[in-house]
């Protein structure tokens, strides 16, 4: 058996893609700071990571109900995917994504910096604090 789970936050770099037309989607990239020795400098070196998030349905719906945008620093949960896709040259081109099933608005950017949002834990139900299913359990089983 193979567990597919990941919890990243980071703030979201600029204002997300959606479609409400049909089915609900949602895409945007989060920046995610990772610090790590670097041994040439023997100094502790922050790096960013690029992290690309996608949702639909009832997630989507909610996270643009929320008003995640730019700035907003958001805590997700969900799942590794990859996709395929075609570039300029013709050539193909494989990305990975995290397929968010659940988030935590850690702040949101109309609140700045300095001031703290209480977490809003938002499941696949979008009831909060589940997973979208009574068990609570992030693969639906």
């Not at 670097?38 to 070196?45: D, I, L, Y």
């Amino acid at each position: 058996m193979s567990i597919n789970f990941v919890q990243v936050d980071g703030n979201i770099t600029r204002e997300p893609r959606t479609d409400v037309t049909g089915y609900p989607k949602w895409s945007a990239t989060i920046a995610n700071p990772e610090v790590r020795w670097n041994t040439e400098t023997q100094q502790e070196t922050v790096y960013t990571n690029w992290i690309f998030l996608t949702a639909a349905g009832a997630v989507a719906e909610q996270l643009i109900n929320d008003g995640v945008g730019k700035g907003s620093k958001i805590l997700v949960r969900g799942s590794i995917g990859t996709y395929v896709k075609e570039d300029v040259s013709g050539g193909k081109e494989t990305k990975t994504q995290v397929n968010v099933l659940g988030y935590d608005i850690q702040r949101h950017a109309s609140q700045g910096g300095s001031q703290q949002q209480q977490p809003q834990t938002v499941g696949q139900s979008g009831n909060s604090g589940t997973w979208g299913n009574q068990g609570g359990d992030p693969s639906g089983g």
